[in-house]
Nanobody
Framework: QVQLVESGGGVVQAGGSLRLSCAAP????????MGWFRQAPGKEREFVAA????????IYADSVKGRFTISRENAKNTVYLQMNSLKLEDTAVYYC??????????????????WGQGTQVTVSS
């Protein structure tokens, strides 16, 4: 497992933007495919986006496609989630996660064995 630390959450008005970061100290970050998940109050955790180990492949939930962009910088041991055109329904705690079972971007949360502590994103009207 790898230690993951998210940052960048906050309060933003609808239509605004935020960029989340997830840092993974150590030398093994490039061996992990990474993902972002979120959990709103009273709801189950849901997949948001994922990227392969190299960053060449990405996948998105339909609800964020065209608005969110996942990227990574292996030299900085960091994965990002750029969130644009934010909506009220994007309000949630956002988690980054890592897995080494597959080199490709992966959706199921059960595939991930390393999780960050989460960062709150609140979109206001």
């Amino acid at each position: 497992q790898v230690q993951l630390v998210e940052s960048g959450g906050g309060v933003v008005q609808a239509g605004g933007s935020l960029r989340l970061s997830c840092a993974a100290p150590g030398r093994t970050f490039s061996t992990y495919a990474m993902g972002w998940f979120r959990q709103a109050p009273g709801k189950e955790r849901e997949f948001v986006a994922a990227t392969s180990r190299s960053g060449s492949s990405t996948i998105y939930a339909d609800s964020v496609k065209g608005r969110f962009t996942i990227s990574r910088e292996n030299a900085k041991n960091t994965v990002y989630l750029q969130m644009n055109s934010l909506k009220l329904e994007d309000t949630a705690v956002y988690y980054c996660a890592g897995q080494r079972l597959f080199t490709t971007a992966t959706r199921p949360a059960a595939m991930y064995d390393s999780w960050g502590q989460g960062t709150q994103v609140t979109v206001s009207s």
